[in-house]
């Protein structure tokens, strides 16, 4: 499992980023990912590219289906 310390704020492109690097790690296609969460294809594109990120809850299922852990830390 992987955790991911985020400086507080993240934005979209962090995310997005994230989440394509845990995807490569985990061999993970959008196809594959999309499947797994019962979401689109396109949705999944949609957060690669850092949009559509207002559904923090199924972002978060998306880093869980891939075996990471994220620990999001409190404003300093």
Do not use: N
Not at 45 to 69: M, N, P, Q, S
């Amino acid at each position: 499992m992987t955790l991911i310390p985020f400086d507080d704020p993240i934005t979209s492109r962090e995310i997005a980023q994230h989440l394509r690097r845990m995807m490569d790690r985990a061999g993970s296609s959008p196809e594959h990912l999309s499947a797994r969460l019962g979401v689109s294809r396109t949705t999944v594109d949609a957060w690669l590219y850092g949009r559509h990120l207002e559904k923090v809850a199924t972002i978060l299922g998306a880093f869980e289906a891939l075996g990471c852990t994220i620990k999001i830390l409190p404003p300093r």
